[in-house]
């Protein structure tokens, strides 16, 4: 047996179709304020001639839509059917299809599901080896590894602290906890240990009131998971979106690329960056996704840092991540906003990641591109 250890808005994709003339895709953030609470509100949004829902025919192909709902958001699906002779299955296979796949993805990860695999290894109190269902294995494996990536930026056992600071199962809080309780629920992160056996993964806790939380990672798995589903079933133009989170694959029925905008946090009419998704995804982190402002007027993100127990405090505004799969960027752009701006852009430039860093400084924000990020941009 082998062993590792490991320490310590709905939101709607963005499509390009044309020329970047003809249509712009971006990330808009806008503040706004609701009973004296600051909030940002995170929406992508189309600019095209007119809103596509539903199938958007040409001549030689049709833009199917699907949405739904999954993992506390929407997901949002666009595939091209091409006029070439091949019989795909209808939109509501597809669908039906994705949907169950989805299902099963909550069924192993999601903390809010009591009788979810994740919800029953945290209520373990002893260290028995609980045997991991499949995906559960691969999102923790990926997890462990990117772990060590991020410098301990990505803590996945910190579901104590994340459920103490109100952004999990447990109830909302409106201000902050007692030191006391930070510290008792920091004690025992990074306290278990994978193992793997006959191709069966197992883990098992060292700290009685260890609980794993892989939310920072899992909705970046569930696009890569649909993804899957549309591959299997022979479609190969493709951008899936599940609450910001995307992965693009092929070209759009122009035989574009599909583009993806990032706009200036402030300036609307300036993007961040434009890049095409074509076996990529892109996932952000940032302070506007999750938080609570507390008594004393202080925003809480729900981001927490491993290395304090409490929400993250710094200078950026988002941190955005291309990479090979959604699991991996999304799992990156978190453990990597964790680590503040400076951490982080000497991760990003020591590995050479993709990494696009919106800062904020002297009341302006400012952007900051690895050279792995610049050289998939179309315009900057």
């Not at 990536?149 to 579901?159: A, H, M, P, R």
């Not at 507390?294 to 927490?304: C, E, F, L, P």
């Not at 409490?310 to 959604?326: E, F, N, Q, Y």
Request: proline share 6%; aromatic share 8%; charged share 20%.
């Amino acid at each position: 047996m082998t062993t590792a250890r490991t320490g310590s808005m709905p939101m709607i994709f963005c499509l390009m179709m044309g020329s970047l003339d003809e249509v712009g895709a971006m990330i808009r953030l806008s503040f706004r304020r609701k009973n004296g609470l600051l909030r940002l509100a995170v929406a992508v949004f189309f600019i095209i001639s007119s809103l596509l829902t539903g199938v958007f025919m040409t001549r030689e192909a049709a833009l199917i839509t699907l949405q739904g709902q999954t993992m506390g958001t929407d997901y949002s699906v666009k595939y091209i059917d091409w006029a070439d002779g091949r019989a795909l299955p209808s939109p509501a296979a597809i669908k039906a299809q994705i949907e169950r796949r989805l299902h099963e993805v909550n069924a192993e990860m999601s903390p809010y599901l009591p009788d979810s695999a994740i919800s029953q290894f945290n209520q373990l109190r002893d260290d028995r080896w609980f045997l991991l269902p499949p995906d559960f294995a691969t999102v923790l494996r990926e997890a462990v590894a990117l772990h060590e990536v991020t410098q301990g930026g990505l803590d996945v056992s910190l579901g104590a602290l994340v459920n103490l600071w109100g952004f999990g199962p447990e109830p909302r809080r409106d201000s902050p906890p007692p030191p006391d309780a930070i510290a008792a629920r920091t004690s025992g992160m990074g306290q278990f240990e994978l193992a793997e056996e006959s191709g069966m993964w197992f883990v098992r806790k060292h700290a009685p009131l260890l609980q794993l939380d892989l939310c920072a990672i899992a909705k970046g798995y569930g696009v890569d998971a649909v993804a899957g589903v549309l591959a299997a079933a022979d479609i190969g133009d493709f951008l899936v979106e599940i609450g910001g989170e995307l992965y693009g694959r092929g070209v759009n029925p122009q035989r574009q690329p599909w583009w993806v905008g990032v706009e200036h946090p402030l300036q609307r009419t300036q993007h961040v960056a434009v890049v095409a998704l074509d076996g990529l995804a892109l996932a952000t982190s940032g302070d506007y996704r999750n938080f609570f402002v507390d008594d004393n007027g202080a925003m809480q993100s729900h981001v927490i840092d491993p290395r304090s127990g409490r929400p993250v405090r710094h200078d950026i505004a988002s941190l955005s991540v291309l990479a090979p799969t959604a699991m991996r960027a999304d799992g990156l752009a978190t453990g990597l906003y964790a680590l503040g701006a400076e951490a982080a852009w000497a991760v990003a430039t020591q590995q050479d990641l993709a990494v696009c860093l919106v800062t904020r400084r002297d009341g302006d924000f400012h952007r900051i591109l690895s050279p792995a990020f610049q050289a998939q941009l179309q315009f900057a």
